[in-house]
């Protein structure tokens, strides 16, 4: 019964995983940026030339700088946290100091940014805004404080202390991000009549109202002043996704990069759909590695690394299928590339030799785009993509599921079936789930999609040698006779069977997720009229997978006893040895374990990859493996021996 309490919580923490990983530490962060926005933005109002106006909102600043650093200190351990510490503190003493208010202003903004930035926190939303709605919601919740035109003069304004925010003063609400606006939004202030509306909106409705209220400062003459420059093409490099809009402010974006861009952030305020309309991966993935260089320039490597692997996970990788279809080896190139790119990046190379890596990978994108606009992928190019996503995801977990219960039904054991068509199915459940909670509710990213496959994949090896073991065990008459006899009496050891569903759980779940978003991805290069060639080539690949799978059912239950145990534990051993490779590699593509390449064949079929981590672990997993044979041979011998 042990092994069940065991299992429970890898079946339901893979799930949490892959649903909430990216919002671990979002509640003390998110509280942490809220009061850093409102010391860049309160303190140079209540703090000048050394004097101090209110004395009040003074305390107030000092207990806001305080907190931060409680916050920090609660966060994971980062190698960016003590600096982030340091920083704080020097907030603190600066404010105790009565510093410049443009002094606070910059060193909070600094804290914020590159808290942001360690702990890679999601501040924008997961849909586009839509201010239509915003509108609507702000005149139901807020115009009754703040007014109909946002000036703070609304019918109940004058009965509050202090009097509500004015966001149509273009000074202070310069200094104020969207992301700013929703946090307010979110936790509320205390010591005002601004209430948390995290309970009564949604988070698309609170980003809404904050992209709605960003528009009170800007003119109709900067908005339209935005447009125009925007469709002649200014400004794309800077706003490139939503973040970079929710966390830009006007004074900052008017100092980075001149007077025009501010009026562009206007407009993009007004209509973010603007943001990443028409982007494709590629295009995502050659923006991403412009970042990582730039940040690699600025001797920011943690950035520079995390870039570096969103450029893959959420950009290349999703068109993989596509470019197979269509060039092979253009796509390995393309991926070895990138693999050595964020290796550079991990040995700290020198600038010159990352800037020769980049151009040779930005090209080799830019041939790829070519290679993909110039070959339109036909009908039964569609089909056997879609065809070869559903067959090369299934294949393992057709090939496990099927071994198990070939096993069940040949041990005469009935009973277990149950568990394993429950694995299988709860693991489609779960991963439809997950998709789900990604496409309406979070934001999953690439690395975590990558880390809740790999660390599947490990511990399916696992389960995978204790069934193989537990197989071979049986592969004597002897050892046979002795196992039908002790389950006569009742069913199978209960530790066993909840491996058995374990197994069957993880086999389908590491890749039920990442399959949907291989479709997704092909849909949106094919468009309305490829989908018909898209489901086809999913029905195909799915009739294959159930071939397949009654193929190896039928067959190996007319094998001979021992040529069935021998062959189907020899298979679950191949594929624990091919898991440890593949979760290995997962785990180095969301760049938890570092990666060292070594001369030695690709074999992604088999999970060989060269690089000496993987196959160090596939080489100890081979040997556990032959020692495990070579030790239930002997102990069968010694019996033979001693009757």
């Not at 929703?182 to 005002?192: A, C, E, Q, R, Y």
């Not at 800007?218 to 794309?236: D, H, N, V, Y």
Request: with cysteine.
């Amino acid at each position: 019964m042990q092994f069940r309490f065991f299992t429970y919580p890898i079946w339901l923490g893979l799930f949490c995983y892959s649903i909430m990983s990216y919002g671990a530490l979002n509640q003390p962060a998110q509280n942490a940026l809220h009061m850093l926005d409102y010391i860049s933005v309160d303190y140079p109002t209540f703090v000048q030339n050394g004097q101090v106006l209110d004395e009040q909102e003074y305390q107030e600043q000092q207990e806001f700088s305080q907190t931060v650093v409680k916050t920090l200190k609660t966060l994971p351990d980062h190698p960016e946290k003590d600096t982030l510490l340091q920083q704080a503190q020097k907030l603190v003493t600066q404010i105790n100091n009565k510093e410049a208010g443009e002094v606070i202003t910059t060193i909070a903004n600094k804290i914020h940014n590159d808290l942001i930035q360690a702990y890679h926190l999601e501040i924008a939303p997961k849909n586009i805004p839509d201010i239509a709605i915003g509108k609507t919601l702000y005149q139901e919740h807020c115009a009754n404080c703040h007014g109909v035109s946002g000036n703070g003069k609304g019918p109940n304004a004058e009965s509050l202390d202090p009097l509500p925010t004015d966001f149509s003063d273009k000074t202070r609400q310069d200094q104020r991000s969207i992301y700013s606006l929703f946090n307010t939004l979110t936790l509320g202030v205390s010591g005002t009549a601004m209430p948390s509306f995290q309970e009564n909106l949604s988070e698309d409705q609170r980003w809404a109202i904050a992209f709605f209220v960003s528009t009170f400062s800007a003119t109709e003459k900067e908005r339209s002043e935005g447009k125009t420059l925007w469709q002649q093409g200014i400004g794309k490099d800077v706003f490139t996704n939503l973040q970079i809009l929710t966390s830009q402010t006007p004074k900052e974006t008017k100092t980075q990069y001149g007077e025009q861009t501010q009026s562009i952030l206007a407009y993009l305020r007004s209509d973010p759909n603007q943001i990443n309309r028409g982007q494709s991966p590629l295009e995502f993935s050659q923006q991403r590695l412009k970042q990582s260089l730039e940040a690699y320039q600025q001797n920011n490597y943690p950035k520079a690394q995390q870039l570096a692997i969103e450029a893959y996970l959420e950009g290349f990788e999703l068109i993989e299928n596509n470019l197979d279809a269509i060039d092979s080896q253009l796509r390995l190139q393309v991926e070895q590339e990138m693999m050595a790119y964020r290796q550079m990046i991990h040995k700290k190379v020198s600038l010159d030799m990352l800037e020769q890596q980049y151009e040779s990978l930005y090209h080799l994108l830019e041939k790829t785009q070519q290679r993909l606009q110039e070959t339109e992928l036909s009908t039964t190019a569609v089909v056997l993509s879609a065809l070869t996503i559903i067959v090369r995801e299934g294949l393992e977990a057709v090939l496990v599921i099927g071994a198990l219960l070939s096993v069940l039904i040949r041990t005469q054991r009935r009973d277990g079936l149950l568990y394993v068509h429950a694995g299988w199915i709860t693991a489609l459940i779960f991963g439809g789930l997950t998709w789900l909670a990604a496409t309406y509710f979070i934001k999953i990213s690439g690395a975590s999609r990558e880390v809740t496959e790999g660390i599947a994949a490990l511990i399916a090896m696992i389960i995978l040698l204790y069934v193989g073991f537990w197989l071979h065990s049986k592969t004597y008459a002897d050892g046979w006779q002795r196992f039908i006899s002790k389950q006569v009496q009742g069913a199978l050891n209960q530790k066993t069977l909840w491996a058995l569903a374990s197994l069957s759980f993880l086999a389908v779940y590491r890749e039920a997720f990442e399959t949907v978003l291989f479709y997704e991805a092909l849909l949106t290069q094919v468009g309305i009229e490829g989908k018909n060639a898209v489901l086809w080539g999913f029905i195909t690949g799915t009739g294959l997978l159930i071939i397949l799978s009654s193929i190896i059912f039928y067959s190996s239950i007319r094998l001979p006893l021992k040529l069935f145990f021998s062959g189907t534990s020899t298979i679950l051993a191949l594929l624990a040895v091919i898991l440890a490779g593949k979760g290995i590699s997962a785990l180095q593509e969301a760049g938890w374990i570092p990666l060292d390449s070594v001369t030695f064949p690709t074999i992604p079929l088999l999970g060989v990859y060269p690089n000496w981590q993987g196959l160090s672990l596939q080489a100890i997993v081979l040997a556990l493996i032959l020692l495990g044979f070579f030790y239930q041979n002997r102990i069968v011998q010694n019996d033979k021996a001693t009757q």
